[in-house]
């Protein structure tokens, strides 16, 4: 069975990103694709530790919530980034993610499981789509480095705090297709 990792970097539990996520997953599991999902935002979550434990061994030295997604990653067929960009950028918990995923690279600095497919899932209060733009090409650059492929990239623009007057049909409907395809 195929299988993606969902990693939701929103501090909010049912705001735009979380919808977005729930109609990701629905098209994946439409398809038989198994998902697994990471709350960024989870309790004992740490940063990288800059011991370089990880380019001597396979994984982590952090034992926390998040020590289990390099196994998760490296048997994954999908990778599915979200995260609301907050004060110009994704959010501290997203940014503390991409930090441990330190790991993801080899002793050698190249990529230890790539080819990877990834679907990434933003959101933010500005009105005009292109505003935030360099974000998500930085995201997709360092998903680069790590020698995965940015398939989609979904961006909720305009949203409230509830962000239930960007979701729109067309969107959600959008991130079901996206699930399903994504490890098609």
């Given at each position: 069975?195929?299988?993606?990792?969902?990693?939701?970097?929103?501090?909010?539990?049912?705001?735009?990103?979380?919808?977005?996520?729930?109609?990701?997953?629905?098209?994946?599991?439409?398809?038989?694709?198994?998902?697994?999902?990471?709350?960024?935002?989870?309790?004992g979550v740490k940063g990288c530790q800059g011991c370089?434990?990880?380019?001597?061994h396979e994984g982590c030295a952090t034992k926390d919530y998040l020590q289990p997604m390099y196994?998760?990653?490296?048997?994954?067929?999908?990778?599915?980034?979200?995260?609301?960009?907050?004060?110009?950028?994704?959010?501290?918990?997203?940014?503390?993610?991409?930090?441990?995923?330190?790991?993801?690279?080899?002793?050698?600095?190249?990529?230890?499981?790539?080819?990877?497919?990834?679907?990434?899932?933003?959101?933010?209060?500005?009105?005009?789509?292109?505003?935030?733009?360099?974000?998500?090409?930085?995201?997709?650059?360092?998903?680069?480095?790590?020698?995965?492929?940015?398939?989609?990239?979904?961006?909720?623009?305009?949203?409230?705090?509830?962000?239930?007057?960007?979701?729109?049909?067309?969107?959600?409907?959008?991130?079901?297709?996206?699930?399903?395809?994504?490890?098609?």
């Amino acid at each position: 069975m195929k299988k993606i990792v969902v990693f939701a970097g929103s501090p909010r539990e049912n705001g735009t990103t979380a919808r977005l996520i729930d109609e990701v997953i629905k098209g994946a599991r439409s398809v038989g694709v198994e998902a697994k999902i990471y709350d960024l935002n989870a309790d004992g979550v740490k940063g990288c530790q800059g011991c370089f434990y990880c380019k001597s061994h396979e994984g982590c030295a952090t034992k926390d919530y998040l020590q289990p997604m390099y196994e998760d990653i490296k048997h994954a067929d999908g990778i599915v980034f979200s995260s609301p960009i907050y004060f110009y950028d994704i959010t501290g918990q997203a940014k503390i993610w991409v930090d441990r995923l330190f790991p993801v690279l080899a002793p050698d600095f190249k990529p230890r499981y790539p080819d990877k497919k990834v679907l990434a899932l933003y959101s933010q209060g500005n009105e005009d789509a292109s505003s935030y733009q360099k974000i998500i090409q930085k995201m997709q650059g360092i998903f680069s480095g790590f020698g995965w492929t940015v398939t989609e990239s979904i961006l909720c623009f305009g949203t409230t705090v509830s962000g239930d007057a960007a979701l729109t049909d067309d969107l959600l409907e959008r991130a079901f297709a996206a699930g399903a395809a994504l490890v098609a």
